[in-house]
């Protein structure tokens, strides 16, 4: 079955104003002040959270 009349583009738009991307919400490493993701790893000085820090290999030469 066909539809009686053609929605309109801001009626389609409306539709689909949920169907955006999320932002993701960065965080800065309170060690280095490089952006990381909450809670995960530092990739630059490897600060998971206080008091556990891991040894980071370095980038290849």
Known sequence: ???????????????RSHHRLKRVGY???PKC??????HAVCE???LLNRRVSLKVAEKGK
């Open 1 to 15: 079955m066909l539809p009686v009349q053609k929605k309109s583009k801001s009626k389609t738009r409306t539709r």
């Open 27 to 29: 965080v800065l490493c």
């Open 33 to 38: 002040g490089s952006a990381k993701l909450p």
């Open 44 to 46: 630059n000085c490897g």
